[in-house]
């Protein structure tokens, strides 16, 4: 109750900013004061707009969409990385937790991947099944992207592994992997 009752002083400042008027006397301001710059008016009456969405508990054009993965310098700094060789789903994990905002989509292995196989790190190899799965190549191999043996409840099967270094890769390029996923989901790729 306090906090609304904050915000609707701070938007009674605003309100009063965005008329020319001084929010404590009522008297108009100066011709040349920034705050009569038709711009920064503009500005000023979008914020006060913004507060009374807040104050009534409304967002203003709220779609329900949530926004494409995004990891900023800092969250960047903010991925764990690991010394010893992880799978692309927990780097992907470890870049979700990194990433503060809840309204954008999280980066999956799959999408990883799928930009690790475009740029000639990972290709496609079928196995005896006839499945395909990602192996790496030469130049994978030497950025650091590995195979590993494994056995699981269902019996042997083969991990693909990324050092360090390339998980730093993967951090570093994730603008051009979420680029690769939005054209590829709008048939744009070639």
């Known amino acids: 109750m ?7 002083k ?19 301001l100066p011709a040349e004061d920034i705050v009569n ?9 979008l914020a006060s707009a913004f507060l009374q969405e807040q ?26 990385f690991s010394s010893q060789p992880i799978p692309a789903s927990e780097l992907a994990r470890r ?25 000639g790190m990972l290709k496609l190899v079928e196995n005896t099944t006839g ?13 650091g992207i590995s195979v590993d043996n494994r056995v699981g409840q269902y019996g042997p099967y083969q991990v693909v ?3 360090e270094d390339a998980q730093h890769f993967i951090v570093d390029n994730v603008d051009a992997i979420v680029a690769f996923t939005a054209s590829k989901e709008k048939g744009t790729q070639r």
């Open 131 to 143: 499945t395909q799965r990602r192996r790496p190549t030469d130049s994978g191999e030497k950025l």
């Open 37 to 45: 710059d038709v711009r920064v008016s503009r500005s000023l009456f």
């Open 161 to 163: 592994l990324y050092s």
């Open 95 to 119: 870049m979700n937790d990194a990433v503060g905002a809840q309204d954008c989509k999280k980066i999956s292995y799959r999408q990883i991947t799928d930009w690790l196989v475009e740029v």
């Open 2 to 8: 306090a906090d609304v009752e904050k915000l609707r």
């Open 55 to 80: 104050m009534q508990g409304t967002t203003a054009k709220k779609t329900g969409k949530k926004q494409a993965f995004r990891l900023s310098l800092e969250e960047r700094e903010r991925v764990e």
């Open 10 to 28: 701070v938007k009674q400042c605003i309100d009063s900013l965005a008329e020319g008027l001084n929010p404590f006397t009522g008297q108009p």
